[in-house]
């Protein structure tokens, strides 16, 4: 059976500083690498909405405003599987953070350093080249 599914992750900047957070080993070839908050959205549930609820869930964080949409992308996971999705740039309330077991690692990184950084994923990797130009 072929599905579709939204994923929402967020670019949260705060003090022209951009959180990350390190993936478990529960993802296989991308386990152990740097990623942003996110995830898929439940069925009739708003992007923005599950936006908010999926940061929630993994950084504790609250969502201050969401300003705006950086990209929309596709993945095929497997021939059935096709994910939309869409990554947006926010801010939140503050920094107090506690990760999910999704995730072991956080570290804010300044945009000017994100260059340096090496992305097992490919959409991310594209995002933030277009997020630093």
Partial sequence: MTTQQIGVKAIIERDNKILFIKRSNDYGEISNSWDIPG???????????????????????????????????????NEEKHIIRITYLCTVKNANIKLSNEHTEIQWIKKDELKEVVF??????????????
Wanted: hydrophobic residues 35%.
């Fill in 39 to 77: 995830g898929r959205t439940e069925f009739g549930e708003e992007p923005e909405a599950g936006l908010k609820r999926e940061i929630k869930e993994e950084t504790g964080l609250e969502v201050e405003e969401v300003k705006q949409i950086l990209d929309a992308s596709t993945v095929f996971k």
């Fill in 120 to 133: 097992k994923d490919k959409i991310l990797k594209k995002v933030i080249e277009k997020f630093i130009q």
